[in-house]
């Protein structure tokens, strides 16, 4: 992705490499395809390896689907290509659902018994208001709790993992932004105020807890709004037709190449609420 790295580094690592790893293999295929296109890029070097130089992905969350994808991402340039599968039981871990229904049942249940789940661990919510209001709602019940999501700052983002690796806090509320590189192995417990959208997003998340204990507590609990909160995300994440032909209708008109840079909300170019500026 970084030109410089592509130009000086790149035809380097190239010609003399003796082996590659790739971690979080599954990107290739979950994110590859559109939300991170840089991931596809990979194929492209592994075909331009010599043929004696080894290749190694790993990934601790991949479905039947995925791992066919990404085997055929690796078997570019025509490497043969061998799939290891572990088993995907932790025995370390507890796992439960504990249905209250409404919103205001589960975090009054969260408020009562944050301090008896074991060490220090993440509460995840599917949206940044829900971690905004639930830290908060903790905090003025006197739980040593800090949030994380998107909209956290970088450097606010590193002292709250910090916090949590030194358990300093008893809690992280969290939205999927706390996900891939956080590593904390005796992290006790992680809960969910709500289901995540799909069993390989949940199996992920609760795979961070009990990674060197031999127990940790995993509680699901589900809402009755969770559907449509993932219906809200999934049908936001693609624009409409008019949308999309507007933005086209604008490229083709435009006297020059126009990066994402340079579009911004407000400009009346005649793109919606989006248009060069």
Same mark, same amino acid.
Request: aromatic letters at 8%; a neutral charge.
């Given at each position: 992705?970084?030109?410089?790295?592509?130009a000086e580094q790149l035809p380097r690592l190239i010609g003399t490499a003796g082996l590659l790893v790739i971690d979080e293999a599954h990107c290739i295929s979950d994110w590859g395809h559109?939300?991170?296109?840089?991931?596809?890029?990979?194929?492209?070097?592994?075909?331009?390896?010599?043929?004696?130089?080894?290749?190694?992905?790993?990934?601790?969350?991949?479905?039947?689907?995925?791992?066919?994808?990404?085997?055929?991402?690796?078997?570019?340039?025509?490497?043969?290509?061998?799939?290891?599968?572990?088993?995907?039981?932790?025995?370390?871990?507890?796992?439960?659902?504990?249905?209250?229904?409404?919103?205001?049942?589960?975090?009054?249940?969260?408020?009562?018994?944050?301090?008896?789940?074991?060490?220090?661990?993440?509460?995840?919510?599917?949206?940044?208001?829900?971690?905004?209001?639930?830290?908060?709602?903790?905090?003025?019940?006197?739980?040593?709790?800090?949030?994380?999501? #998107? +909209?956290?700052?970088? *450097?606010?983002?590193? $002292?709250?993992?910090?916090? !949590?690796?030194?358990? /300093?806090?008893?809690?992280?509320?969290?939205?999927?932004?706390?996900?891939?590189?956080?590593?904390?192995?005796?992290?006790?417990?992680?809960?969910?105020?709500?289901?995540?959208?799909?069993?390989?997003?949940?199996?992920?998340?609760? #795979? +961070?807890?009990?990674? *060197?204990?031999?127990? $940790?507590?995993?509680?699901? !609990?589900?809402?009755? /709004?969770?559907?449509?909160?993932?219906?809200?995300?999934?049908?936001?994440?693609?624009?409409t037709r008019a949308r999309a032909d507007a933005v086209l209708t604008a490229l083709g008109e435009a006297d020059r190449p126009l990066s994402v840079g340079r579009w911004r909300p407000g400009?009346?170019?005649?793109?919606?609420?989006?248009?060069?500026?």
């Open positions: 992705m970084n030109p410089r790295f592509r559109d939300f991170r296109p840089d991931y596809r890029r990979i194929r492209t070097l592994i075909a331009e390896l010599p043929a004696d130089v080894p290749v190694l992905a790993t990934t601790a969350t991949a479905n039947e689907r995925v791992v066919t994808d990404v085997a055929e991402q690796m078997a570019a340039g025509g490497h043969e290509v061998f799939t290891l599968r572990g088993p995907l039981a932790r025995g370390s871990l507890r796992l439960g659902v504990l249905e209250l229904g409404t919103s205001w049942r589960r975090l009054a249940w969260l408020t009562q018994h944050l301090a008896d789940l074991p060490g220090s661990g993440i509460v995840y919510c599917l949206t940044v208001a829900s971690a905004d209001e639930t830290a908060a709602l903790l905090t003025k019940a006197g739980h040593r709790v800090l949030p994380y999501t #998107g +909209r956290t700052e970088p *450097a606010e983002r590193l $002292a709250a993992e910090e916090a !949590l690796k030194r358990n /300093e806090v008893k809690a992280l509320i969290a939205t999927s932004a706390l996900g891939m590189g956080f590593d904390k192995p005796d992290l006790g417990f992680v809960v969910h105020l709500g289901s995540p959208s799909s069993p390989v997003a949940y199996y992920q998340q609760v #795979g +961070r807890a009990g990674r *060197a204990t031999d127990s $940790a507590d995993v509680l699901l !609990l589900p809402g009755r /709004e969770d559907r449509d909160i993932w219906h809200y995300f999934a049908t936001n994440a693609m624009p400009s009346t170019c005649g793109v919606a609420s989006w248009s060069c500026c």
